[in-house]
């Protein structure tokens, strides 16, 4: 069972550069989340996408873009990475939105480990 | 005062201790009760839920929800080295708006 795979599972940055996280489920779900957490802090929702061609912004949205072109994809976009940014990211899809569970579950990936230097 | 509170810990027990991880909240907006484990560079994954005051067992866990008190807990009974992690609360609202607490990471010492 797949279910949420994230790439990559760690990378380095230099400040100023730009990279792309990628995200896919194979679930079917529509609703796929863009997470960010930092040591000792909750997860911070950065985007949402409650299906294909539809995003919105999060908590904490600043220097991050997303897309999603398929049901299946979700990558999220760092333009010029900043010291700020070091984080873990956590991709995550859901098959509804306003449903709580049992209803619904949130699945998560394994996380992207990002240090900007 | 933040939404939500969680004490980060660490917190360290002995194998076969019971364990009470709490968080409090200020939103009383707030409807719905989760808490996710975290194994250590792994995603969270759902725990236990609850939508009401009271308790709600699974196994060695309990969550139990005190509404007037904007209060909730995560006991752990016999608890197993397998059983450290980080457990975070996770509170959500009608429209399904979720905040997560900071998660307390738990050491089961053998």
């Known amino acids: 069972n797949a279910g949420v795979t994230q790439t990559p599972k760690f990378r380095i940055l230099k400040i100023g550069q730009s990279m792309t996280l990628q995200c896919t489920q194979d679930?079917?779900?529509?609703?796929m989340y863009w997470y960010r957490q930092d040591p000792g802090m909750g997860l911070k929702l950065i985007y949402y996408?409650?299906?294909?061609?539809?995003?919105d912004k999060g908590e904490v949205p600043n220097g991050y873009n997303v897309s999603r072109s398929t049901t299946e994809d979700f990558p999220l976009r760092l333009e010029l990475a900043a010291p700020s940014q070091t984080s873990v990211y956590f991709c995550?899809?859901?098959?509804?939105?306003?449903?709580?569970?049992?209803?619904?579950?949130?699945?998560f990936g394994e996380g992207s480990w990002l240090t900007v230097v | 005062q933040k939404e939500v509170e969680q004490d980060p810990g660490p917190l360290s027990v002995p194998e076969g201790a019971i364990v009470s991880l709490n968080c409090t909240y200020s939103?009383?907006?707030?409807?719905?009760f989760m808490w996710y484990r975290q194994y250590s560079r792994k995603g969270p994954e759902l725990l236990m839920y609850?939508?009401?005051?009271g308790n709600k067992e699974d196994g060695r866990f309990t969550a139990q929800v005190d509404k007037s008190s904007k209060y909730i807990s995560l006991f752990i009974r016999d608890s197993q080295p397998s059983d450290s992690a980080t457990y975070l609360c996770?509170?959500?609202?009608?429209?399904?708006?979720?905040?997560f607490g900071k998660g307390t990471k738990l050491s089961v010492i053998p």
């Open positions: 995550a899809s859901s098959n509804k939105r306003a449903v709580p569970p049992p209803g619904n579950t949130i699945y």
């Open positions: 679930m079917n779900h529509n609703y």
């Open positions: 996408s409650v299906g294909a061609g539809i995003t």
């Open positions: 939103n009383s907006a707030f409807q719905y």
């Open positions: 609850t939508y009401s005051s």
């Open positions: 996770n509170l959500g609202a009608g429209s399904y708006q979720l905040t």
